[in-house]
């Protein structure tokens, strides 16, 4: 499995932007499909989590009301709409699958958040 992750790119608070992660291969058979993201100085952290195809979503607290994570199947592809965004929003933001126990990880995308 290969994960590419895009979208990322500098927007002003309050603004949108939405990160898209493509697979190699099909994600009806993935365990779990996640959005991570990795702030300047601190760990990474879990942003949301959906369970293909089309099972329970779970989405950090913080972003809760502001990013939606959703997929298209046909497009072998995860997204994380991001609305209303701020500044400790600025980070690296990785995808992540779970294949039978296995972890895949795409590369970052960077999103930097100007107030």
């Known amino acids: 499995v290969q994960l590419q992750a895009s979208g990322g790119g500098s927007v002003q608070a309050g603004g949108s932007r939405r990160l898209s992660c493509v697979s190699s291969?099909?994600?009806?058979?993935?365990?779990?499909m996640k959005w991570y993201r990795q702030a300047p100085g601190k760990e990474r952290e879990l942003v949301a989590q959906?369970?293909?195809?089309?099972?329970?979503?779970l989405v950090q607290d913080s972003v809760k009301g502001r990013f939606t994570i959703y997929m298209d199947g046909g497009k072998n592809t995860m997204f994380l709409q991001m609305n209303n965004l701020r500044s400790e929003d600025t980070a690296v933001y990785f995808c992540?699958?779970?294949?039978?126990?296995?972890?895949?990880w795409g590369q970052g995308t960077l999103v930097t958040v100007s107030s």
């Open positions: 992540n699958a779970v294949v039978l126990s296995q972890n895949y």
């Open positions: 291969t099909s994600i009806f058979g993935f365990n779990h």
């Open positions: 959906l369970n293909p195809p089309g099972g329970r979503v």
